[in-house]
T-cell receptor, first 112, second 112 residues
Framework: QKEVEQDPGPLSVPEGAIVSLNCTYS??????FMWYRQYSRKGPELLMY????GNKEDGRFTAQVDKSSKYISLFIRDSQPSDSATYLC????????????FGTGTQLKVEL | EADIYQTPRYLVIGTGKKITLECSQT?????MYWYQQDPGMELHLIHY???????EKGDLSSESTVSRIRTEHFPLTLESARPSHTSQYLC???????????FGEGSWLTVV
């Protein structure tokens, strides 16, 4: 069983929709949670970083962490075609030296 | 935004050739990483370094080797390339005090 599970999609939504992307994990030692956006043939770009439980908002993006359920989410409001990419969740544990464990990524397509 | 440079971006090479993928950074960060990503699959850590003359193997076994002679450079070498080495190789950095990791654009390797 993988430590981090993420639905690979693809997920197709109309422009302007609210997008919800999710990951579940099994290792309770994970404390740091990240979302990356990856365009085709590019490196992952850090979108959101959250420590422990709670919410964090940055523009159209909101990251949520529920450690009791081992569940993290990324919400994208007013989605745009430029948001079309693969979204990767990643996490690490305290004392893990910043070594990340990734989900497989969810492919998102925002259509006009 | 981090300044991480990877060369070459794309490489097609014959079986048995020796290759070196270059990674350099201008941030002066101590921690550097190499991740491998097959199409549609999650990223896996193959090597990391916490400073000059420090290198460790990651969670995914790899036939590649790395060196860290200077803070700015973290090259990855394959002594004898095989088709099974065809993949995307991503270099990443993080500061000693931080928990966020930034990626380069990646090097796409195809071994024929």
């Amino acid at each position: 069983q993988k430590e981090v599970e993420q639905d690979p999609g693809p997920l197709s939504v109309p422009e302007g929709a609210i997008v919800s992307l999710n990951c579940t994990y099994s290792n309770s030692a994970f404390q740091y949670f990240m979302w990356y956006r990856q365009y085709s043939r590019k490196g992952p770009e850090l979108l959101m970083y959250t420590y422990s439980s709670g919410n964090k908002e940055d523009g159209r993006f909101t990251a949520q962490v529920d450690k009791s359920s081992k569940y993290i989410s990324l919400f994208i409001r007013d989605s745009q075609p430029s948001d079309s990419a693969t979204y990767l969740c990643a996490m690490s544990r305290t004392g893990g030296g910043n070594k990340l464990t990734f989900g497989t990524g969810t492919q998102l397509k925002v259509e006009l | 935004e981090a300044d991480i440079y990877q060369t070459p971006r794309y490489l097609v090479i014959g079986t048995g050739k020796k290759i070196t993928l270059e990674c350099s950074q201008t941030m002066g960060h101590d921690k550097m990483y190499w991740y491998q990503q097959d199409p549609g699959m999650e990223l896996h850590l193959i090597h990391y370094s916490y400073g000059v003359n420090s290198t460790e193997k990651g969670d995914l076994s790899s036939e590649s080797t790395v060196s860290r002679i200077r803070t700015e450079h973290f090259p990855l070498t394959l002594e004898s390339a095989r088709p099974s080495h065809t993949s995307q190789y991503l270099c990443a950095i993080s500061s000693s005090s931080g928990n966020t990791i930034y990626f380069g654009e990646g090097s796409w390797l195809t071994v024929v």
